[in-house]
């Protein structure tokens, strides 16, 4: 049997900030949402793992989507840092990992698609810039 080991920090405080020679804007910006709900519920005064839930629910959903190469990036960046601090659990940091993966694949695909199909047709407006065109026809009476 595969033992599952979580370890979570004593400060909610300590964990979830990035030393500023690793700054990225997306990580940025989920830190930011985490912190953000994590004072707002705290201020509630509610149970201290609901407090922490719905920062990590909040970090979740700033978070980029994953539509371009870079989103992507910035994706991947989100959910390794959350999975290094603990607001999102490694089994739900494989799956998008994978889903990350699956969406970088996608877009490549597309990307290749699509850049041979403007090679295709440069080469068949430059092939018919180059022939001559064709004798008109001429009616004999």
Known sequence: MNAIVRTYRRDPMDNIDLATEYECPAIKRCSEAWYQAWK????????????????????????????????????????VHGMMVGSIIDELGTRWLYAAQVAAATFNAKQKALKSKKQKAAKLTSSRKNSNPPPSPTVKL
């Open 40 to 79: 707002k519920h705290e201020a509630t005064g509610i149970n201290p793992v609901s407090v922490r839930l719905r920062a990590n629910e909040a970090y979740r959903y700033a978070m980029p989507p994953l539509n371009s190469a870079e989103n992507i990036s910035d994706f991947v960046a989100c959910v």
